[in-house]
């Protein structure tokens, strides 16, 4: 019997993994509940030191590892920093190249191979690291791609005190929709004010 319960528990750490590539771990918690309730639906004691015993044998033999609450198998880690890695950069370079379009998720799990749920996960981790900009729901921008639209805007500002929509297109060579939703953010960033139809300089260091 204790073979069959460590056979259960190493099975299901490695479908959580398989099912859920991007995460550490399964909560242990909640892994001990899927074997108490295939082996020991009745909640009887014996059976429970079994299950208990038989999961300390995996922990002692390395089999598995449990950090921060999360159960994993031992290579899990090392494994998913490798896969993440390559599919973040997968994701920068699609951002890169599709520039100056829009990004969207629909045409992105088609052209990555990649889930929604991965590219989501991933997206977060971009943005937080400032590495990929979100200037709204639609449209992302890669940190090169961001600075060197701000390069413009900076020199732009040198010259001149107003900014409209046209001025903005020219120095940038975008579509409008897209000038429109880069300077809503530059607004919401507190960079520039939207006076009408016409964008004036909030941050006075911003030339510097």
């Known amino acids: 019997m204790k073979k ?3 056979n259960t528990f190493t099975n299901e750490v490695t479908n959580f993994h398989k099912n859920n590539p991007l995460l550490s771990g399964i909560n242990y918690l909640r892994l001990f509940a899927l074997i108490q309730q295939k082996f020991n639906p009745n909640q009887e004691f ?5 299950i208990q015993q038989s999961f300390q044998e995996l922990m002692q033999q390395r089999h598995l590892i449990i950090e921060n609450e999360l ?3 031992v290579d899990h880690l090392k494994k998913q920093e490798t896969q993440t890695d390559l599919k973040t950069e997968k994701i920068l370079d699609y951002i890169h190249n599709l520039y100056p379009l829009s990004f969207q998720l629909e045409p ?3 052209s990555l191979s990649l889930s929604k749920r991965e590219i989501d996960m991933i997206m977060v981790k971009l943005i937080t690291e400032k590495k990929v900009i979100k ?3 639609d449209y992302y921008l890669e940190n090169s791609q961001y600075e060197k639209i701000i390069s413009s805007l900076k020199k732009y500002f040198q010259t001149e005190k107003e900014l409209d929509i046209g001025s903005f297109k020219s120095i940038t060579g975008l579509s409008r929709r897209i000038a429109v939703a880069i300077l809503e953010y530059c607004d919401s960033q507190k960079i520039t004010l939207r006076i009408g139809d016409k964008r004036i300089l909030r941050k006075k260091d911003f030339i510097q």
């Open 4 to 6: 069959n319960i460590q």
């Open 108 to 110: 992105a799990v088609y």
């Open 135 to 137: 200037i709204d729901n």
């Open 71 to 73: 159960c994993r198998n």
């Open 46 to 50: 014996i059976i429970s030191q079994i």
